[in-house]
């Protein structure tokens, strides 16, 4: 078949591989300059930075694990690092997850944590259902004084919304809930280690992440077309044609609200719904810094208090690989996200970096080097509307005959390993298709 792959982000490119191997002949239509999308690095001098903040390669999926590690060059090609998350709090450096390291924060806050974990936990045992929105979720699951002492603030830092407008059932799924025991544990002073599954990750050691997508392309046996925007997408025959070329399936990775109005057939309830789809956006502040001793054993930090500065989170990115920075230098990215139009200007990037300086994190001075990058499509605002009017997305393009699927493509909260696994099931539909000669109803697990 002659497939055509909106979008060279990793799941386009990723889809692309597996397909070509089969013998298909495949073409990537990619905007930008190069392949990436959010999973891109950059250069500055000796500096090597991701872009759309810190990256790393892991997996709970042993073969899709496998499949990024070889895409990275396996052992030779990547740095296996221990995970080493703190929360910066107040003047402390707390252990994360924040229920496991709540014993490090000052007596007061201790009491108010447990107090309040304590009538939660009653509460739920006493069989009050979950709520649907997430300001009331935080404090049902985790009670007031988590709430109050970091999940509420670190996360409307970075929703930049009232919790309570947003639903409660993507984050259900994603944050593990910690034994009482070990929260008791903790509390007393005892250390826990709390969830597993990120608590080794690997990194490439040169390139940046985007050597997991450099990995990918090569030798992938597909065409890549760089600087090509998708403009027209329309069905012909049994075919369909792409910007006038014709192929026999498309698949779209492109975020949909910057794809919908170069699909001609979509219907206006649904490019309605696609067009109420809204992004939280993401500046990435890549900073430079020469050190007097090395940095701290730290793989990223969170920072939940307004004074801290708009950044949200921080990854020592020179401890992923000694080659993201020159000799005698480390680096850090600070994530801020925003809804709409942000312009940092060097008088923004000096007082963020003059807040992280207060937080204790890096010495102003020592900064040799501060760029930014900004993500527009960075991270899902699942309004409590999200769930019918994506469904509703996916319905009409699962029936469609086109195929959609990527972060932004199906609006799915996924890390790149999770765009991988998607794209190995996408794969297997592609293969009933191209061996029954007819196309069917796209079902993903
Ligand atoms: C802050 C942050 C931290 C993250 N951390 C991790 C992590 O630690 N580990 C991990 O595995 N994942 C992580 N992720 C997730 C990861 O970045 C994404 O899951 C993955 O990169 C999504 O890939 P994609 O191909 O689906 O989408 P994208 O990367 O968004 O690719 C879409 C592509 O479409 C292109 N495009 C746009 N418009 C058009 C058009 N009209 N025509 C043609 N092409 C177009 C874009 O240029 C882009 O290349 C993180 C994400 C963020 C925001």
Redesign the pocket.
Known sequence: MKIAI???????VALARLCAADGHAVTV????ER?????KSRRYGEFTFDE???????SKDKKVLDWQLARCGGDAGTVRTVRNTKIRWKDRWVPYPFENGVGHLTKDAIVDCMAGYIEAYATRRAGVPCPTNFGDWIDWRMGAGFARHFMVPYNEKIWKCDLRTMASDWVAGRVPEAPIEDIVKSAIGIDTEGYGHQSVFWFPKHGG?ETMVRGTVEGGGFRLQCG????RVERQGTGFRVNGEAFDLVVN???LP??ES?FAEIPADIRQDIRALRPIS?I?LMIGVKLSEPLPPLSWIYLPFPEQGPTNRVTYFSNYSPHNAPAGHGSFLA?VTHRGELKPDAAWVRSVIGALGTAGILHPEHVVLAEWCN?E???IYQDLAFKDRISRVRKWFDASGYLT?????RYEY??????VQRAMQVHEHIRTVARDGTPKPLQLP
């Open positions: 909106l979008g060279g982000g990793i799941s386009g239509l990619e905007q930008g392949p990436g999308g959010l999973c759309a903040g810190g990256h790393i390669v892991f992440f090509i925007t998708v403009e990775t492109v975020p910057r794809i170069a993401l990435n994530e993500n499509f960075a991270y699927f990527g972060r932004f493509g996924h890390n790149s390993d999770q765009c």
